[in-house]
């Protein structure tokens, strides 16, 4: 059963640090991009950051570029985002999904909500004093 668990989040102080992790079950993350995406009351989904094995390429939104870290641990099929100095703006559910990564003499994948082929339920992040 193809299953992707997020897990890592909370209640975190304005400035402060957490590790999210996205479990991959049921497929092998090497062969997919994943990504994460967060949505806030009353808003839009909102793509974050996004990682692919299969050319070791990276994304971040702007808003979080510099404060936010994507890695992937292929052996326990686990990818994680580290955030630092979280602001309050970064509260949000926070997503993980996969897209099958495609080559055809280039690797093709977009890292957009749109593509995703399997998405975790989420975690709730919460930056407040």
């Known amino acids: 059963q193809v299953q992707l668990v997020e897990s890592g989040g909370g209640l975190v102080q304005p400035g402060g640090s957490l590790r999210l992790s996205c479990a991959a079950s049921?497929?092998?993350?090497?062969?997919?991009?994943i990504g994460w995406f967060r949505q806030a009351p009353g808003r839009e989904l909102e793509d974050v950051s996004c990682?692919?094995?299969?050319?070791?390429?990276?994304y971040y939104a702007d808003s979080v570029k510099g404060r936010f870290t994507i890695s992937s641990d292929n052996a326990k099929n686990t990818v994680y985002l580290q955030m630092n100095s979280l602001k309050p703006e970064d509260t949000a559910v926070y997503y993980c999904?996969?897209?099958?990564?495609?080559?055809?003499?280039?690797?093709?994948?977009?890292?957009?909500?749109?593509?995703?082929?399997?998405w975790g339920k989420g975690t709730l992040v919460t930056v407040s004093s």
């Open positions: 049921g497929f092998t993350l090497v062969n997919y991009a």
């Open positions: 990682i692919s094995s299969s050319d070791d390429s990276t």
């Open positions: 999904a996969a897209e099958y990564v495609y080559y055809s003499g280039s690797y093709s994948y977009t890292c957009g909500a749109g593509a995703m082929d399997y």
